[in-house]
């Protein structure tokens, strides 16, 4: 109950201490991840068929634009996020409206910003591109339109930030889920009336609109003080942008090496090549909902536990994490290079299969080292040093672009997804060695988790090179794949983490040794 001295908005949004918990806030994360997930396997082979192959490439290597374009937020939805939650955490609940408004207004400034560059300079930065001439107009008013939506996105970052920063982790799914259905369903609804990429574009601002508009009036709502503006609400400008201009670093060089790979395939190979990787690209990289969703979750609570100094809980957390998402990812890997072709086959047919299998089981061993990386990028903001992670991108940008470079131009689409998968391997192996430099804990009780995630990548690797070089028949391919992952299971040892856990609640079991003042 509030107590009458306490500021009007502890009342709606809790302090770390008295929020929901961790296994609440990373699931109601997950569930928008698997609204997504699902609705990407259900309108991607339908969108494929109403755009056709080559117009789903345009339309990738468009988004990948915009989207590098949307990554140049100044990095204050997360340094909001970090701020609100030490400033709920400390009992400071009358400084959640200056954070905000000290966070919003730079970033809609950027936003008009970044539109306005990629607005006018769209044809020179679409000129490399290998687009053909009957689809270069329309991709090029599709390029335009996605610019009008950048300063949404700023926009819903800030309001995304404040809420998760505050725990109300129930308000960013009930926006998130629906935007993420109507995300994938729109584009095909549209494309089958009218199969241009302007008209799905101005579909997908639509949505972004909206999507925008619900969490700025939920936060009108629920956070009292916001409104009216005044003067005193901008007094967290200067330490949000310091916070932040490391962040900006990582979200400029983040999008950069990741959507690389579309532009050197879009720039040397044919355009339906793009497709055939963005698609597995991004069905594969929705399996990293598992280790990204538990990292959100858990980000008040680990800035609380980096401003208390307490290395013993953010040791145990670390060491919990590490065993529940080498385990809950290592399913999906092993499934995919074992079947990876046939899965494929079923959902987008068997001439896309056979060319795409190669990058999905790739990017499937990539994606795994990738996930194990999550929570010590995670571990290293929360304890206020975003400069670390700014840094070590810096350092991996030049090597990434000169292995993706040889890579494409030898093994075209499968190059690329190798490049990335090494990319992924330097980036966790930097990103564990800063965080126990920073946090001072100990390696060794992570090694346990670290041997048997070894194991995992050992079986997927031999998995991938068994079905790569010996022709077996379907039903071999899956009693094979089937009873690899069953005596991994099986033999999975039960210290770490259990079957029982996972299907009870990943949270819970990575959780379970964080202080009981966190907890529900």
């Given at each position: 109950?509030?107590?009458?001295?306490?500021?009007?908005?502890?009342?709606?949004?809790?302090?770390?201490?008295?929020?929901?918990?961790?296994?609440?806030?990373?699931?109601?994360?997950?569930?928008?991840?698997?609204?997504?997930?699902?609705?990407?396997?259900?309108?991607?082979?339908?969108?494929?068929?109403?755009?056709?192959?080559?117009?789903?490439?345009?339309?990738?290597?468009?988004?990948?634009?915009?989207?590098?374009?949307?990554?140049?937020?100044?990095?204050?939805?997360?340094?909001?996020?970090?701020?609100?939650?030490?400033?709920?955490?400390?009992?400071?609940?009358?400084?959640?409206?200056?954070?905000?408004?000290?966070?919003?207004?730079?970033?809609?400034?950027?936003?008009?910003?970044?539109?306005?560059?990629?607005?006018?300079?769209?044809?020179?930065?679409?000129?490399?591109?290998?687009?053909?001439?009957?689809?270069?107009?329309?991709?090029?008013?599709?390029?335009?339109?996605?610019?009008?939506?950048?300063?949404?996105?700023?926009?819903?970052?800030?309001?995304?930030?404040?809420?998760?920063?505050?725990?109300?982790?129930?308000?960013?799914?009930?926006?998130?889920?629906p935007t993420a259905v109507a995300t994938q369903a729109v584009p095909w609804l549209v494309a089958v009336r009218c199969p241009r990429l302007s008209a799905v574009a101005a579909a997908l601002l639509v949505i972004r609109a909206v999507s925008t508009a619900a969490g700025l009036a939920v936060i009108a709502k629920t956070v009292p003080g916001i409104l009216p503006l005044r003067r005193s609400h901008f007094s967290a400008c200067g330490r949000l942008l310091r916070f932040g201009g490391w962040l900006t670093v990582s979200n400029v060089l983040n999008p950069f090496v990741t959507y690389a790979d579309r532009f050197l395939i879009g720039a040397f190979m044919p355009l339906s090549a793009v497709a055939y990787y963005s698609i597995p690209y991004d069905g594969i990289m929705r399996l990293t909902a598992l280790p990204l969703c538990l990292a959100a979750g858990a980000f008040p609570i680990l800035s609380s536990l980096a401003a208390a100094r307490d290395k013993i809980r953010i040791q145990k957390s670390l060491v919990a994490a590490v065993g529940v998402i080498s385990f809950g990812m290592a399913v999906p890997m092993l499934l995919i290079c074992g079947l990876g072709n046939d899965l494929t086959a079923l959902w987008l047919g068997a001439d896309f299969a056979a060319r795409t299998n190669p990058v999905a089981q790739v990017l499937s061993i990539g994606v795994y080292i990738n996930a194990l990386a999550v929570f010590p990028y995670a571990t290293l903001q929360a304890s206020g040093r975003p400069d670390i992670t700014a840094k070590l991108h810096l350092l991996e940008v030049v090597p990434h672009l000169a292995v993706l470079f040889v890579c494409v131009r030898t093994w075209g689409i499968a190059g690329a997804a190798l490049a990335w998968t090494l990319r992924a391997s330097l980036d966790a192996t930097l990103l564990w060695w800063a965080t126990l430099r920073v946090t001072g804990i100990s390696v060794k009780p992570l090694r346990d988790q670290g041997r048997y995630a070894t194991y995992s990548l050992a079986a997927a690797l031999a998995l991938t090179l068994l079905m790569g070089t010996v022709h077996f028949a379907p039903i071999m391919r899956v009693l094979i794949t089937l009873s690899l992952t069953a005596a991994w299971l099986v033999l999975w040892p039960a210290t770490n983490v259990t079957l029982r856990d996972l299907v009870r609640g990943v949270p819970h079991a990575l959780f379970r040794h964080v202080s009981p003042a966190s907890k529900c």
């Open positions: 109950m509030q107590s009458p001295d306490e500021p009007p908005i502890a009342g709606l949004i809790h302090s770390v201490a008295r929020a929901p918990g961790i296994r609440r806030n990373s699931l109601l994360t997950l569930s928008a991840q698997i609204a997504q997930i699902g609705a990407l396997i259900v309108f991607a082979p339908l969108t494929l068929r109403a755009l056709g192959v080559n117009r789903v490439g345009a339309l990738s290597l468009i988004w990948a634009l915009a989207a590098y374009c949307s990554a140049l937020d100044l990095g204050l939805g997360r340094a909001l996020a970090q701020s609100v939650s030490g400033a709920m955490a400390t009992g400071r609940h009358d400084r959640v409206p200056s954070l905000f408004w000290s966070a919003i207004l730079p970033q809609m400034a950027m936003g008009l910003l970044a539109a306005s560059v990629l607005f006018v300079f769209a044809p020179a930065l679409m000129s490399p591109m290998n687009i053909p001439a009957y689809l270069r107009g329309d991709a090029l008013g599709s390029l335009r339109i996605f610019a009008a939506s950048i300063p949404l996105v700023f926009l819903a970052s800030s309001a995304t930030g404040l809420l998760q920063g505050a725990n109300r982790f129930e308000l960013t799914s009930a926006i998130a889920i």
